[in-house]
């Protein structure tokens, strides 16, 4: 089992950075493919990047290439998403998912076995 914790939301002007974080538990973190989604209110669940295990291989979705970088630190069992040039459409609460075997594509929210409760990201223009 695997729990998961987002930090680092908040409210920010159009234009500004934010640093999310998601810390898991466990020794075994780096055996894990990572993922970051979001949901927009009365929306679905949206995926934004994902990195693969061992390799550190990250996917974006298309439309946030050159905004968004995903990472992660192994040894705190944290990955991270550095999100800039924030606009309002990009208010949501970002979630983090674990899963241990890669059996469908990152963007796949279904593939992933566990998720934090969330972090609340607000843009005002």
């Known amino acids: 089992q695997v729990q998961l914790a987002e930090s680092g939301g908040g409210l920010v002007q159009a234009g500004g950075s934010l640093r999310l974080s998601c810390a898991a538990s466990?020794?075994?973190?780096?055996?894990?493919?990572m993922g970051w989604f979001r949901q927009a209110a009365g929306k679905e669940r949206e995926f934004v990047a994902a990195?693969?295990?061992?390799?550190?291989?990250?996917y974006y979705a298309d439309s946030l290439k050159g905004r968004f970088t995903i990472s992660r630190d192994n040894a705190k069992n944290t990955v991270y998403l550095q999100m800039n040039s924030l606009k309002p459409e990009d208010t949501a609460v970002y979630y983090c998912?674990?899963?241990?075997?890669?059996?469908?594509?990152?963007?796949?929210?279904?593939?992933?076995?566990?998720w934090g409760q969330g972090t609340q990201v607000t843009v005002s223009s």
């Open positions: 998912g674990a899963v241990r075997y890669h059996r469908s594509t990152y963007s796949y929210a279904p593939m992933y076995d566990y």
């Open positions: 466990g020794r075994t973190f780096s055996n894990y493919v």
């Open positions: 990195i693969s295990r061992s390799a550190d291989i990250p």
